[in-house]
């Protein structure tokens, strides 16, 4: 019923030369997926990225926005210039951006609603510390930053976001969430959803983040509320990411 989704975070990696190579190199390997596949590079690669897709069944995500539609805001990138390139999709919440550079729940919130009043999907990660997990806080933790990034949309708005349940101890680590406890997380937001938005939480898709790769990828994609994977490292490579597409 919901339609898997398995977007590439490239972080900070690839020139813009580098990442139409692996975009050319990714897209006859992923040409057959059944799940919607989207690539986020770097801002500065996006527009040689949006062309290099044209045609594929690849889509474009970015890896931030600035919630403020324009003005003196210095470096920042708005979504009317990531629309303008053809950019579909934009994360939000990312927990490198929570860790450094300042960003709360409050901002992730405003920038979801900016990306839906726009048009652009936000795939928003959530996601416990490890202290948190071994405290026995994870459900309260995912709950509550999936309540506050969401507030104050509507249903309709609700059901059109992706989320990214990112175990902060299993990105770029190696270890990975078991797949039942990722799962029984990923049911707690849901369930967290259900009760501020009612039957849009049905139709929410909630990846799985956090060291996802061609070996674990099917047994994840597997259970019943992983709807999709936010893959980094794995994403650097055709070959990788495309085991996962097709997992
Ligand atoms: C991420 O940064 O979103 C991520 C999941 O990274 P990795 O797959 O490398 O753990």
């Known amino acids: 019923m919901r339609k898997p989704i398995i977007a590439g ?11 139409v190579s692996l975009i ?15 690539v986020c590079p770097p801002a500065a690669d996006l527009a040689a990225a949006a062309q290099a897709l044209k045609g594929s069944n690849i889509g474009l995500g970015a890896q931030n926005l600035d919630y403020h539609d324009s003005g003196a805001f210095t470096g920042e990138v708005s979504a009317d210039m990531l629309l303008d390139l053809g950019v579909q999709y934009v994360i939000i919440g990312h927990s490198e951006r929570r860790e450094y550079y300042a960003e709360t729940d409050e901002t992730v919130n405003l920038k979801v609603k900016k990306a839906l009043e726009k048009g652009l999907i936000p795939i928003v990660c959530v996601g416990e510390k490890l202290e948190e997990r071994e405290s026995g806080v994870t459900a309260e933790v995912v709950r509550k930053q999936t309540k506050l990034a969401l507030l104050g949309l509507a249903e309709s708005e609700v059901a059109k976001v992706v989320i990214a349940y990112e175990p902060i101890w299993a990105i770029g680590t190696g270890k990975t969430a078991t797949a039942d406890d990722a799962n029984d997380t990923i049911k707690e937001i849901r369930a967290a959803i259900r009760e501020v938005f009612g039957g849009a939480a049905d139709e929410v898709r ?4 956090g060291s996802m790769n061609p070996k674990n990828a099917s047994e994840l994609m597997a259970m ?19 085991k996962v597409v097709n997992y």
Do not use: C, H, R
Not at 24 to 38: F, I, M, Q, R
Not at 224 to 242: H, R, T, Y
């Open 9 to 19: 975070n490239w972080k900070m990696n690839k020139t813009a030369s580098e990442a």
């Open 24 to 38: 050319n190199e990714l897209k006859p390997l992923v040409a057959d997926a059944d799940a919607d596949v989207v």
């Open 206 to 209: 909630i990846q799985y983040g």
């Open 224 to 242: 019943s509320d992983i709807d999709g994977g936010l893959i980094g490292g794995a994403s650097l490579k055709a070959e990788d990411f495309s």
